[in-house]
């Protein structure tokens, strides 16, 4: 297994000069109290990755009170960002958790609406429906027993191990919690999702972090838009929990796990094209990218694995030249979600809709196939920020379930959307090319709204 690149390392050996050039790049000073803040909020993933979520139930406040206490001795900060440590945990806590642990009323009411409610209840403005309805979601997501979600992010299956077995250790002697679920992560050839493509490009770039983004990442972006105590883009503070203790250095983050159809979606790209070749350029316009993680914009005609591996360059482009998606198709799933410049029908301010995504693969591929083996394989998306919440519902309902915002009336995300019967995807040309027949590829298992406390906000939670 080859170890990890750092930042600004590129795919082989380069030169010594090079790789400093790169961290110089990387690394500016930072301006964020980031010995308070939860490494995972500001701390890329790793590749390859290994991992854990688990999912608890905190059943008596004190037990509660006192893994928050443990917890927090085991919790990686983002100022540990340039150590060589190779594994880490995070921890959220849902509405229901916080009411658990004994926060008070005030506390608690001090959280926005959204939030309170939980992902279940908010089902008409995710548009959750048919396949994705909750009454269809696996335990014990939606239920309210979801209180605590913990996870454990490695480079290596040994430190994974190691990391977990070091909070189970913890948790063992602990009385009033129950584990809920378990889902391990990870471990996916090249690190790749479901259907066989290199994933978590285009990360915002949060000012004040200490790192800079690679080129195409854009300008960096106030850091009270993804961190709670900070000013946010319109120049003042979004609006955070109390008491401050509570609120500062905090975010919100959802998850959503989806299983991944990737049969069906085979099964699609061999009606859409005879030849694997054809196939392989089929894929491409539903995504936006090559498998090998090359962009469209910058590799229409054909796969470049070396642009793809190079971070340098597989995410420095516009889409300023190609306003009718001829190379990147304008209904594709990552011109959907960042639009970048693309002109759109329906205004909405680009930079308060990027959300930090930490989301993890689980399963084993599928590979080709057209049948399914019945094994669970999917995505587990994980959306970040001070907004993550009304973000994650924009997106479902705008720009994932929707066409109207690029001009594309009722077509869906061909990744993420709830198709309806004969649905279609344009690959844009001349003349355009509508292919018909699109299923929903991933259908929601579950999901739930999280707040992820500060390691300040642990401390107080433990203390309640």
Do not use: C
Request: no cysteine.
């Amino acid at each position: 297994m080859t170890a990890p690149r750092k930042p600004g390392e590129s795919p082989g050996t380069p030169p010594l000069g090079g790789v400093l050039k790169g961290l110089f790049r990387r690394f500016v000073p930072p301006t964020l109290e980031l010995h308070d803040i939860q490494a995972l909020i500001l701390r890329p993933r790793p590749a390859p990755y290994y991992g854990t979520h688990a999912f608890v139930e905190i059943m008596d406040a004190a037990g509660g009170r006192e893994a928050m206490r443990r917890l927090r001795t085991r919790v990686t900060s983002a100022a540990d960002w340039r150590e060589a440590r190779s594994a880490w945990t995070a921890v959220a806590l849902s509405y229901r958790g916080l009411e658990a642990l004994g926060a008070p009323a005030s506390a608690l009411a001090s959280f926005p609406r959204a939030f309170r409610e939980g992902m279940a209840a908010r089902a008409d403005k995710l548009r959750d429906h048919g396949p994705n309805d909750p009454s269809r979601w696996q335990a014990p997501f939606g239920t309210g027993r979801v209180h605590l979600m913990v996870s454990v992010y490695a480079d290596s299956e040994e430190a994974w191990r190691d990391e977990l077995a070091g909070y189970e250790e913890q948790f063992a002697t602990l009385t009033g919690l129950r584990v809920l679920l378990r889902q391990d992560f990870g471990a996916q050839p090249e690190s790749r999702n479901a259907f066989g493509f290199k994933d978590g490009f285009t990360q915002p770039v949060v000012e004040g972090s200490g790192v800079e983004g690679w080129p195409g990442d854009g300008r960096p972006i106030k850091a009270g838009e993804f961190i709670l105590g900070y000013k946010a883009e319109g120049g003042h503070a979004l609006g955070a929990p109390t008491p401050e203790v509570l609120g500062r250095n905090g975010t919100y983050l959802v998850f959503r796990k989806y299983h991944s159809h990737v049969d069906a979606f085979n099964r699609y790209l061999h009606q859409g094209a005879d030849t694997p070749e054809g196939r392989e350029f089929l894929a491409a316009k539903l995504v936006g990218r090559w498998r090998s993680g090359a962009p469209l914009e910058l590799a229409p005609e054909h796969d470049d694995v070396g642009l793809g591996a190079d971070d340098s360059r597989n995410n420095d482009f516009r889409y300023r030249d190609d306003p009718k998606g001829l190379r990147t198709p304008v209904g594709s799933h990552i011109r959907r979600m960042n639009p970048r410049d693309t002109e759109l029908k329906v205004l909405s301010d680009v930079n308060i809709r990027r959300i930090i995504r930490r989301s993890t693969t689980y399963g084993e591929p599928l590979g080709d196939s057209l049948r399914d083996d019945g094994k669970p394989r999917g995505l587990d998306f994980i959306a970040i920020s001070a907004r993550a919440i009304d973000t994650v519902e924009f997106l479902q309902s705008e720009w994932i379930n929707s066409g109207n915002f690029i001009g594309r009336g009722t077509e869906k995300d061909p990744l993420l959307g709830v198709q309806d019967e004969n649905a279609f995807f344009t690959v844009p040309g001349t003349p355009p090319r509508r292919i018909s027949g699109i299923e929903t590829f991933n259908t929601l298992d579950g999901g739930e709204y999280f707040f992820m406390p500060s390691l300040t906000a642990l401390d107080w939670l433990a203390g309640l």
